[in-house]
């Protein structure tokens, strides 16, 4: 799982999980006159509010959380694992909303209501995370600002001005590189240039391209080179990437596992 792809609202899915988890070792029900010491059930110990807000709400943050870290979302029944997440998230506020209007499950419908027992402070805090879990998954691929990357990328060691040559290396800059990029197929190569032979335009373009380094904004798909449609990798905000060649489809990138690739999209990377 790959940390640095988690966005800002990845962050806001953590964190209310976290004051979910915390609220639910708080009081679930308020009644008005009762003795000090009296000890009150928490939401554990309420089968509905434990399955239908607690540990939906967790579990949903979890598949969100997971599924933008894995470098290719996993798909359950044709949906993402992450809009399953979603889902779960959804109604977890759903159900502790119906909650706190009836904390007390119908049963002050079958006596006085009069001293019928209020929400308490575990399930008001328990809807106040789940609606910010909620909103925060759903909103999350819709807002930019909640797209940047959680963890900042970090800055090469030397900067390079536009398309020089980046220091050694692969992952990030400046690391040993295994094997260099770029370089022009020898006589005999597939591609070479038979003795003497001039290059075409489109040759010459290629050799003029220096691999570079470079970070995205935003998670953004890497195609195959073959013009499939289905992407067959994710690159993630916070890690460094190396352009090996300017394609005739776009910008022609490898990921740290080896895999080569077209971005499509190069709108606002940042260059190492």
Request: hydrophobic content about 45%; charged content about 10%.
């Amino acid at each position: 799982m790959n940390i640095r792809s988690l966005t800002r609202g990845d962050g806001v899915v953590i964190g209310a999980a976290v004051l979910l988890f915390v609220a639910s070792f708080f009081d679930n029900y308020s009644i008005d006159g009762i003795p000090d010491g009296y000890d009150l059930p928490n939401l554990w110990n309420s089968g509905p509010v434990l399955f239908g807000v607690v540990l939906a709400g967790i579990v949903g943050a979890a598949l969100v959380v997971v599924s933008r870290g894995l470098p290719q979302t996993p798909k359950v029944v044709g949906l993402d694992l992450g809009q399953f997440g979603v889902a779960f998230t959804v109604f977890a506020a759903w159900s502790a909303l119906g909650n706190v209007f009836d904390p007390s499950g119908g049963y002050d419908n079958v006596r006085d209501s009069s001293n019928a027992p209020d929400a308490g402070a575990g399930l008001i805090l328990a809807f106040i995370a789940t609606l910010l879990l909620a909103g925060a998954a759903v909103a999350t691929p819709l807002v930019p600002a909640l797209q940047a990357g959680l963890v900042p990328a970090p800055k090469p060691q030397t900067p390079q001005p536009y398309g020089a040559q980046p220091p050694a290396g692969y992952g990030y800059p400046g690391a040993p590189q295994p094997s260099a990029f770029g370089a022009q197929p020898q006589q005999g190569q597939p591609g070479g240039q038979p003795f003497g032979g001039q290059p075409g335009p489109a040759q010459a373009a290629a050799a003029d391209f220096s691999p570079f380094w470079f970070a995205v904004p935003v998670p953004r798909p890497l195609f195959a080179e073959d013009g499939a449609p289905t992407p067959i990798a994710e690159l993630a905000p916070g890690t460094w990437y190396l352009a090996v060649e300017q394609g005739a489809q776009g910008l022609v990138a490898q990921t740290q596992d080896g895999r080569r690739g077209v971005l499509r999209d190069t709108s606002g990377i940042q260059r190492g």
